[in-house]
């Protein structure tokens, strides 16, 4: 699958966008370059770097995210290597199979594997989106997610962004607010949430006062803000 309508169109258009609106949050970073490596988690609703790029305009983002995707499958495409010779990115965002951190762990940590091996060789700095449960798979909790992520990011020496540990937060506090659909796939308001916690993870800055809101209430985004920093210490 060749990279997303956003990778081939680059940053400059949504942040040209953002700036026009007022819907954006810069902080006054220092802009920093972003790829997802997933599959439709991260492609959902215009994608987690579109959402990324809107809170931080100065963010350079772009996602390789065909459906189903797994790391190992990410590990051998040429377009992933495409992508990863197409700038010099300071951060590449890496998310596998909705289940497989939990119910194939050999699989799972075999493409992590090979594919922080080769993000590494590009001179980038690897982290996991370490994604939410499954409605469909109770198993598939997010704690058990974060732990199986967690698991391999120790071994591989990177950092984790928690974005599952932020979806059940917000479920305690807010249960009526729904976060993803029955299979998985999050909402807008789920990838808002998770766009909130990669920001507040990348650049160790608080996400709350953003203006950018992503079409959500001014309290829902509050609320899911709130939740990104709380769940990254920021």
């Known amino acids: 699958m060749p990279l ?3 990778a081939i169109l680059g940053a400059g258009a949504a942040s040209a966008l953002a700036l026009a ?8 970073t220092n802009g920093k370059s972003v790829l997802f490596l997933g599959n439709s988690y991260t492609d959902f609703n215009g ?15 772009s996602r390789v995210s065909p459906g189903g995707s797994t790391l190992q499958q990410h590990s051998v495409s040429a377009n ?17 199979q909705s289940q497989y951190p939990v119910l194939e762990p050999a699989l799972f940590a075999a493409g992590a594997a090979a594919m922080v091996a080769k993000v590494r060789a590009a001179k980038a700095t690897p982290m996991f989106l370490a994604t939410w449960g499954r409605p469909d798979s109770p198993e598939c909790s997010s704690a058990a997610l974060e732990a199986g992520y967690r698991a ?20 305690a506090l807010m249960p009526s607010l729904v976060l993803n659909q ?3 796939h999050p909402t807008p308001a789920g990838t808002y949430l998770a766009a909130c916690t990669v920001f507040a993870s990348i650049y160790g800055t608080s996400p709350v006062g953003n203006t950018a809101h992503g079409g959500l209430s001014d ?4 609320h899911l803000q709130s939740i990104a920093a709380r769940v990254t210490g920021h």
């Open 47 to 61: 994608g987690l770097d579109s959402m990324l790029t809107s809170l931080v305009p100065r963010t350079h983002a």
């Open 152 to 171: 391999e990011a120790d071994r591989l020496t990177m950092s984790i962004i928690p974005a599952g540990r932020a979806f059940a937060a917000s479920l």
């Open 4 to 6: 997303s309508r956003r």
């Open 80 to 96: 992933d290597a495409d992508a990863l010779k197409s700038t010099q990115w300071d951060i590449v965002v890496m998310q596998d």
């Open 21 to 28: 609106s007022g819907c954006t949050g810069d902080w006054g």
């Open 182 to 184: 029955n299979d998985g």
């Open 219 to 222: 309290d829902v985004a509050k």
